[in-house]
């Protein structure tokens, strides 16, 4: 795992690139080194195939010079039976190599991958509500994707193609020094272009990168509400959208390519320049005589073993630009500073909790300089109880909610269960503690009993049936065509959304909170159907502390206590207040 990040702030200065504190390279260090022994033995298996790559042109030259040319056919058969058994055993070489590198890469793309979504797991609402879904599943894909492939596949080629280079440069020495000299001789121009071409293809690269970012939100988004865009008509106005997302794109893709495509061609062109002398200079020699057959096709092999290595070391640089770019993009996410953070001594949830719920002057406002939605509340909740929670739209009500799960912290004031402050717990054992049962229920693609028990990993199917009883729901499922194992589709669309919120209860049921909130968990349920579900979580929950959070008379009918979220105060409320029709909510008053 990587350490905590620092601050949203990025700057970038080669690979040393800082963003927010994250150093670059060691950061990618830290997925590489568990794996540095893997990767030294692809690194000692491709120095073994590259020097029997290289053994090859020089076993040509003397199967020209010495059998061909010379009329000795036992030369020329020992010497072809040697070529073919080298070329044998580099292939051999070259399947474990490519065996072992697989490995050792995909470990390393999870790893990164993982900690990159450990990471966003860790981020408050309110970073998913300004980042844009699709966005983010490009970088935890495309982006993390190109960084693994920088980290790995460009440190071997980089070992690999510098070994190539030297054995196959040391060998035409060796053939020929002049044409050696003539081959290279445009190196230093090749390299210049490229440092000149390293800028462009970089904010080519990022546009295109942010271009695909805008097609996967588009879909991400559309996909997700085409029932809404068909109920409005709004089908063609989409497709226009989409339209000139793809004209954009492309544009941007064309540019891109273009540049590549010039990056690459202008050093490849520089190469076949340097070859036509070569050959040119090579043909001259052999004709007068100081230089053999063997020698100058043993060197002409060499040459295009060497140009090899060139162009993947000179393409490495401007691979680096691109690698630079989704770098970035990912090390902005690591950088996101998380909201909560776990105690450095977390208290465990006590085993004889009983749930008394304590804010003790709660200030809260999700920006700074905003008017603060809570604003000083001081409120009891007795354990063990129904407290009815009611208010306008925006007056705080899901904010508590948020508060009491420590997706936020109040910038004053504090909350308390059974005394403890809740920002003193540990954090995963607080939250499995009290259970939410929002209006908006959120189910996985998946079976019926995957969904139920999602937030009790270990309960038997036994127990997700009896919790699916008592939320009024077994019935249902058990007409479904595959029971308990029907796949409930993407998000619980096969679903209405009062089965969804039925399911939800049902998880609830099972996850045995201290606390249970209840936020408009029953507001797509008919009302029959509403007073036995709450009569069967009152009887379930009579020892638990239950919130219910509702614009509806009837969950609060058997309220021990009502209150009202009014200008970011607690207040007692009159039945008329919180919108009954008929003055029954049972005892309302306000504690603490």
């Known amino acids: 795992m990587v350490s905590d990040p620092g601050s949203r702030n990025a700057a970038t200065s080669g690979y040393g690139m800082r963003a927010g504190g994250v150093r670059a390279v060691p950061w990618l260090l830290n997925f590489v080194r568990p794996h540095a022994w893997r990767l030294a033995v692809v690194v000692v298996l491709s120095l073994a195939s590259v020097g029997l790559t290289l053994a090859q042109p020089y076993i040509t030259k003397f199967l020209i010079d010495d059998g061909l040319m010379a009329g000795n056919l036992p030369t020329v058969i020992a010497l072809c039976a040697l070529l073919f058994g080298v070329g044998v055993i580099a292939a051999l070489l070259t399947g474990v190599n490519r065996w072992q590198y697989v490995n050792t890469s995909g470990k390393i793309l999870f790893a990164i991958r993982q900690a990159v979504y450990a990471h966003l797991q860790r981020l408050s609402p309110a970073f998913y509500a300004r980042a844009r879904g699709g966005d983010l599943l490009n970088r935890l894909d495309g982006d993390v994707a190109e960084v693994q492939r920088f980290a790995v596949d460009s440190l071997l080629a980089m070992v690999s193609g510098a070994i190539a280079l030297a054995g196959a440069l040391a060998l035409m020495v060796l053939l020929s020094w002049q044409l050696s000299l003539l081959a290279f001789v445009l190196l230093p121009a090749e390299f210049l272009f490229l440092r000149y071409m390293r800028p462009l293809v970089e904010r080519r690269t990022r546009a295109v990168r942010e271009r695909a970012s805008d097609l996967t939100a588009f879909f991400f988004d559309t996909l997700a509400a085409m029932k809404f865009i068909q109920s409005v008509a709004a089908e063609q106005r989409e497709a226009e959208r989409l339209a000139g997302l793809n004209r954009l794109y492309l544009s941007d893709l064309v540019r891109q390519q273009m540049t590549g495509f010039v990056a690459a061609t202008v ?161 995963t054992a607080l939250r499995r503690r009290v259970a939410v049962v929002a209006q908006d229920t959120v189910l996985f693609a998946g079976s019926v009993f995957d969904n139920i028990r999602y937030a009790a990993p270990t309960a038997s199917d036994a127990d997700i049936r009896e919790a699916a009883a008592l939320a009024q729901i077994d019935d249902f499922i058990c007409r479904l065509p595959h029971g308990y194992e029907t796949d409930v589709g993407a998000r619980g669309t096969a679903l209405s959304g009062g089965q969804r919120q039925r399911l939800a209860i049902a998880r609830a049921l099972l996850q045995d909170p201290l606390v249970l909130v209840l936020d408009e968990a029953t507001s797509s349920i008919d009302r029959e ?62 504690a603490g």
């Open 267 to 427: 050093p490849g062109l520089l190469t076949s320049l340097s070859t036509a002398v070569v050959f040119v200079a090579g043909g001259y020699l052999l004709i007068k005589g100081q230089m053999t057959l063997g020698a100058l096709i043993a060197f002409s092999v060499y040459l295009s073993r060497a140009t090899g290595p060139v162009q993947t070391l000179l393409g490495l640089y401007v691979a680096a630009q691109r690698a630079k770019v989704s770098l970035q993009r990912v090390l902005d996410l690591m950088t996101e500073r998380p909201v909560v953070t776990q105690p450095s001594a977390p208290r465990a949830v006590p085993a004889d909790a009983m749930g008394e719920i304590r804010f003790e002057d709660v200030v809260f406002s999700y920006r700074d300089g905003e008017r603060p939605i809570l604003n000083g509340v001081n409120l009891a909740v007795p354990a063990r109880t129904r407290t009815g929670l009611v208010g306008v739209s925006g007056a705080g009500k899901t904010t508590v909610i948020d508060l009491l799960h420590r997706h936020y912290d109040p910038q004053g004031g504090r909350i308390l269960i059974d005394g403890i402050d809740v920002r003193e717990m540990d954090l």
């Open 529 to 590: 159907t509403e007073v036995r579900i709450s009569e069967a979580i009152d009887r379930l929950f009579a020892d638990r502390t239950r919130l219910v959070i509702t614009h509806r008379p009837e969950p609060l009918s058997s309220a021990d206590l009502v209150v009202e979220l009014a200008a970011g105060q607690m207040l007692p409320v009159s039945a008329t207040t919180a919108g009954s029709s008929d003055g029954r909510y049972g005892a309302h008053r306000l």
